[in-house]
């Protein structure tokens, strides 16, 4: 029986996957038209109805073009690296709480901070691996904005962690039944969905591709199916982190709704995309270590006293 329910659960898993992907594909097209018409002209309507065709073209083109083969790169490395970033990005939909028979574990938060931070290795060794200044410059940008971020977001984590007092996602779903903590932590709220912008390496955060000055960051040196896959691996971690969003700030049982809910915190990616200039770097490092760093502080000592003086009451 057991081995029943381990082939269930992988066979549940790929097709997770497939959706994912999918999804990814669809979200690029959704990307392309709102921008298109956030700056007054159509996006991709040529291939197929309405355009629907064009992320699927664009993967043939991908993975059809010539690799290149950087010169005295590190070989071995710089191929495995963006299938390594494709495959944690996809691995960390593992800890999603659905209501079909699926992986759910106590610890499912511990195993999205794990997995989200190990990111940073595939930045930077892609970045070294290619033997390119650029790509080095880009690599170590991106690095020291993901680990300045993390910091705060993992304070904001913990802060509604004391709320529920519990390391399961699942819980969260279940704590904002009658209302949801948008509401009841909105500072708390905005504070998470700027440091994920800023650890998705998105507008206005986006310094790792900074085209005037490095020439498009960590992946300079990568085509075809190399960049196909970092570009796959962004996107999956976009869209993770709005469906992580949607279940913190508002709610997440697994219907309709939360598909919505979703779709909101993917078009505000979008809309920040097209809308806000590039930060200057050296504000950005400000922001996360003399503005996020001490309000999530403070706000973790105030959640951290009321959970504890809830337990003296209770006992």
Request: aromatic residues 18%.
């Amino acid at each position: 029986m057991l081995v029943k329910e381990v082939v269930l659960l992988l066979l549940l898993y790929l097709a997770m996957v497939v959706c994912v992907l999918i999804s990814v594909a669809f979200m690029t097209l959704m990307e392309r038209k709102i921008l298109g018409y956030i700056q007054i002209r159509k996006g991709p309507n040529k291939v197929g109805l309405l355009g629907i065709l064009q992320p699927f073209s664009d993967a043939v083109k991908l993975f059809s073009k010539e690799q290149t083969v950087p010169f005295m790169a590190n070989l071995n490395l710089y191929y495995i690296i963006p299938f390594f970033n494709l495959i944690l990005s996809l691995v960390l939909w593992v800890c999603i709480p659905m209501h079909t028979v699926f992986f759910n574990f106590n610890f499912s938060f511990l195993y999205f901070l794990s997995l989200s931070s190990m990111g940073v290795y595939c930045v930077m060794l892609a970045g070294w691996s290619s033997n390119s200044n650029y790509s080095l410059l880009g690599s170590l940008r991106a690095v020291a904005q993901t680990i300045s971020y993390e910091v705060s977001l993992v304070l904001l984590l913990m802060s509604f962690l004391f709320l529920i007092l519990s390391l399961n996602i699942y819980n969260l779903i279940k704590y904002q039944e009658y209302v949801w903590l948008m509401f009841l932590c909105l500072p708390l709220g905005l504070m998470w969905l700027v440091s994920s912008l800023a650890e998705t390496n998105r507008t206005p955060f986006d310094f790792a591709e900074g085209e005037s000055e490095l020439v498009s960051g960590f992946n300079v040196e990568y085509s075809s199916g190399g960049f196909a896959m970092i570009f796959l691996a962004e996107y999956a971690s976009i869209l993770f982190m709005s469906v992580m969003s949607s279940i913190m700030l508002m709610g997440g049982s697994m219907n309709f709704m939360f598909l919505l809910k979703v779709l909101i915190f993917v078009i505000f990616w979008i809309w920040a995309r097209g809308t806000l200039p590039r930060y200057r770097y050296d504000k950005l490092m400000y922001l996360a270590w003399k503005s996020y760093l001490p309000v999530s502080l403070n706000y973790l000592m105030f959640f951290y006293m009321m959970s504890m003086i809830y337990f003296i009451l209770i006992c």
